[in-house]
C-alpha cells in the first residue's frame, strides 16, 4: 500500500495528461476469501430474502501502478487491472473459484 502523500505529483500529473488510446494498466497480486456463515449486522447467520449465506472477498494487493490508479481516480478515467490471483493461497475452496471465473464471463 502506498500513502497518496508518498505518490510523486509529476508523475502523477504526467498520467493525467497522457493522449493514450489505451487505459493504462496496473499489476496486482490476489486472493480470494470466502467466510462462512455470513454473519449479519444483527449477529444472525439468517440468509434472509437475499440467500446471503457467506462472505466474498477478491482481494487485490497493487503492486505496480499506484500512479496510474491516484491520476485514473482524479480524472475518472478508466483504468485496467492485470491481476494474478494466487489460487492456493486464498482461504476459497476449488469450486467457489470456479464460481467465480464463472461469474466474470
Same mark, same amino acid.
Given at each position: 500500500? *502506498?500513502? /497518496?502523500?508518498? &505518490?510523486?505529483?509529476?508523475? /502523477? %500529473? *504526467?498520467?493525467?495528461?497522457?493522449? +493514450?488510446? &489505451?487505459?493504462? !494498466?496496473? @499489476?496486482? /497480486?490476489?486472493?480470494? %476469501? @470466502?467466510?462462512?456463515?455470513?454473519? $449479519?449486522? %444483527?449477529?444472525?447467520?439468517?440468509? #434472509?430474502?437475499?440467500?446471503? =449465506?457467506? =462472505?466474498?472477498?477478491? #482481494? =487485490?494487493? $497493487?503492486? %505496480? #501502478? =499506484? ?7 482524479? !480524472?475518472?478515467?478508466?483504468? !485496467?487491472?492485470?491481476?494474478? !490471483?494466487?489460487? #492456493? +493461497? ?6 467457489? /473459484? *470456479?464460481?467465480?471465473? *464463472? &461469474? &466474470?464471463?
Amino acid at each position: 500500500m *502506498e500513502s /497518496i502523500r508518498a &505518490l510523486d505529483p509529476r508523475t /502523477i %500529473d *504526467e498520467y493525467r495528461g497522457a493522449k +493514450e488510446t &489505451l487505459a493504462p !494498466t496496473g @499489476v496486482s /497480486i490476489s486472493i480470494i %476469501d @470466502v467466510r462462512s456463515p455470513a454473519v $449479519l449486522m %444483527d449477529g444472525s447467520t439468517n440468509p #434472509g430474502p437475499y440467500g446471503i =449465506h457467506s =462472505h466474498w472477498c477478491w #482481494g =487485490h494487493l $497493487l503492486l %505496480d #501502478g =499506484h500512479h496510474k490508479v491516484r491520476a485514473a481516480s482524479l !480524472t475518472g478515467r478508466p483504468l !485496467t487491472l492485470l491481476s494474478f !490471483t494466487a489460487i #492456493g +493461497e486464498g482461504v476459497a475452496r476449488r469450486n467457489e /473459484i *470456479e464460481q467465480l471465473v *464463472e &461469474l &466474470l464471463r
